[in-house]
């Protein structure tokens, strides 16, 4: 059901920080990821899950990747991302890091999903592959069948460059900065590590691209920045 509903708002479109009633059977956007997300729980199960308040009103409720990634600790079951992209209806999250927004997505149990994806590509379907993940989640009082034939989510083909603890560093990481302050955003020096500066500058990028603001450089960001990842 989850699967079936999202497939009906393709092409939608898509505004960060957006607010979905998640009681409003007939809304049709904008969306967000987290409030696509949690208006096709609601909607399918009657349950608030991924909001800043789980006993909330679900016509204001405000749906987050942060409160998905809170919810899936406290309330729900975590699983791999390969067993949810075997699971239509699991959901499959990266958890947002400081100042951005994390992506969340539905899967449809056959290496699928279906997704509020960002301003560039409103919602759409897409795959699991190649893409970088923290882990699936099952929402309590769903239930979940998996498929029989097992599909296996291919990881991404090249370093995801991101915010870590050690920070990334080296000439690729320089690369990223030299494109981003080209580009008219400022990464702080131009020293080869990603730190909080150049985090800020990817998030600040992806926005004025319409991408899925993350703060994380994958194929799609450094495609828009003209950098070949290694």
């Known amino acids: 059901k989850l699967v079936s509903l999202g497939s009906k708002h393709l092409k939608e479109k898509y505004i960060l920080g957006a607010s979905a009633p998640k009681d409003n059977a007939s809304w049709t956007g904008p969306w967000d990821c987290a409030e696509f997300a949690s208006w096709l729980v609601y909607q399918t199960a009657g349950i608030l899950y991924g909001c800043s308040n789980p006993?909330?009103?679900?016509?204001?409720?405000?749906?987050?990747?942060?409160?998905?990634?809170?919810?899936?600790?406290?309330?729900?079951t975590v699983i791999t991302v390969a067993e949810?992209?075997?699971?239509?209806?699991?959901?499959?999250?990266?958890?947002?890091?400081?100042?951005a927004i994390g992506h969340i997505v539905i899967?449809?149990?056959s290496g699928g999903t279906v997704e509020a994806h960002s301003t560039k590509r409103g919602v759409i379907t897409s795959t699991l592959d190649d893409r970088r993940w923290d882990y699936g989640i099952l929402v309590p009082g769903i239930t979940y069948t998996p498929k029989r034939a097992q599909v296996e989510v291919q990881p991404p083909k090249s370093t995801?460059?991101?915010?870590?603890?050690p920070p990334m560093e080296g000439a690729m990481v320089k690369s990223i900065q030299t494109a981003l302050k080209a580009a008219g955003f400022h990464?702080?020096?131009l020293d080869g590590v990603f730190g909080l500066k150049t985090h800020a500058a990817v998030v600040a990028f992806q926005l004025s691209k319409g991408l899925i603001a993350d703060g994380e450089v994958g194929p799609l960001t450094a495609k828009e920045l003209r950098v070949v990842l290694t």
């Open 55 to 76: 006993k909330g009103n679900p016509a204001n409720a405000d749906a987050y990747t942060g409160f998905w990634a809170r919810d899936a600790k406290k309330l729900g």
């Open 107 to 109: 899967s449809d149990g």
């Open 187 to 189: 990464p702080g020096k």
């Open 160 to 165: 995801i460059y991101r915010l870590l603890t």
């Open 84 to 99: 949810a992209a075997n699971i239509p209806g699991a959901a499959v999250l990266r958890v947002p890091k400081q100042g």
